[in-house]
């Protein structure tokens, strides 16, 4: 832990998918620990854009957040403006990868990134400094992840699955305190004239590249009939050799990185 780097967390409020009720998002919680475990709380600088209220921002509070600055952005103005300006000097800047609540598009890292000109590291999973320079290990899919060194100034966007241990005190929550500031405005990349409508997902199913029946499916994977390819069905052998065949495989195919 140091407590000489500046570094900011950005959090935002966002939707319960069932009820609609304000609730904190699981990516910005995690920058949030992650920032924790890069300096105390205490010299964490914690902002917010938009007109959001008090009682939205408990749930950061409640966390052990002492402050959160508010900058005061209307509603159907682009908060990206008051943010670089804001974020001026820092040398991390800490953010979720994405707003929950489908109501973000995620380009938010990338824009501060970019008006900061500084790198930016998406899907953080934890980070470690020395000095000036951190050590991040990054969620990538199927299981995989990935190390990778940045030197500061820098912008992390915290995966969701990042470890999040602390737990919401009251005490803490009514403690906290939330300042607003009006945020600079214009001055900024261009935004666009955008279009608000309602968030929708659809499903979109797997298509497999060969069509193939489940029996056919199986027997390849297994190395059954004349189309023998893929893995092995092993049966001979003491425990320790099956168990040997099964990590072989496990490293071939990247699933394992001992």
Same mark, same amino acid.
């Given at each position: 832990?140091?407590?000489?780097?500046?570094?900011?967390?950005?959090?935002?409020?966002?939707? $319960?998918?069932?009820? *609609?009720?304000?609730?904190?998002?699981?990516?910005?919680?995690?920058?949030?620990?992650?920032?924790?475990?890069? &300096?105390?709380?205490?010299?964490?600088?914690?902002?917010?854009?938009?007109m959001t209220g008090k009682e939205n921002l408990e749930e950061y509070l409640g966390l052990g957040v002492e402050a959160i600055e508010v900058l005061t952005v209307a509603a159907t103005a682009d908060v990206l403006p008051a943010l670089l300006a804001r974020l001026k000097g820092f040398d991390l800047v800490l953010c979720g990868m994405r707003s929950d609540g489908q109501?973000?598009?995620?380009?938010?890292?990338?824009?501060?990134?970019?008006? =900061?000109?500084?790198? =930016?590291?998406?899907?953080?999973?934890?980070?470690? &400094?020395? $000095? %000036?320079?951190?050590?991040?290990?990054?969620?990538?899919?199927? *299981?995989?992840? %990935? %190390?990778?060194?940045?030197?500061?100034?820098?912008? =992390?966007?915290?995966?969701?699955?990042?470890?999040?241990?602390?737990?919401?005190?009251?005490? %803490?929550?009514?403690?906290?305190?939330?300042?607003?500031?009006?945020?600079?405005?214009?001055?900024?990349?261009?935004?666009? &004239?955008?279009?608000?409508?309602?968030?929708?997902?659809?499903?979109?199913?797997?298509?497999?590249?060969? +069509?193939?029946?489940?029996?056919?499916?199986?027997?390849?994977?297994?190395?059954?009939?004349?189309?023998?390819?893929?893995?092995?069905?092993?049966?001979?052998?003491?425990?320790?050799?099956?168990?040997? +065949?099964?990590?072989?495989?496990?490293?071939? $195919?990247?699933?394992?990185?001992?």
């Open positions: 832990m140091t407590t000489t780097l500046r570094i900011a967390v950005l959090v935002s409020t966002a939707r $319960h998918p069932v009820s *609609g009720q304000p609730v904190r998002s699981s990516s910005d919680a995690a920058a949030f620990e992650l920032g924790c475990g890069l &300096a105390p709380a205490g010299r964490l600088t914690v902002l917010s854009a938009g109501s973000a598009s995620g380009m938010l890292p990338y824009l501060l990134a970019e008006g =900061l000109g500084v790198p =930016l590291v998406g899907d953080v999973l934890e980070a470690k &400094a020395d $000095h %000036r320079t951190l050590t991040v290990r990054q969620f990538l899919p199927k *299981g995989m992840r %990935r %190390r990778l060194e940045v030197s500061l100034p820098a912008v =992390l966007a915290v995966h969701p699955r990042a470890p999040q241990t602390r737990q919401y005190a009251y005490a %803490r929550a009514r403690a906290g305190r939330v300042t607003y500031v009006a945020g600079a405005i214009g001055g900024g990349p261009a935004a666009p &004239a955008w279009q608000f409508e309602l968030a929708t997902r659809r499903p979109r199913p797997l298509k497999a590249k060969v +069509v193939q029946s489940g029996h056919s499916r199986m027997m390849g994977a297994i190395g059954g009939d004349a189309g023998a390819r893929g893995g092995q069905v092993v049966k001979q052998g003491s425990a320790e050799q099956k168990a040997q +065949v099964l990590l072989d495989y496990l490293r071939e $195919h990247r699933l394992i990185d001992f």
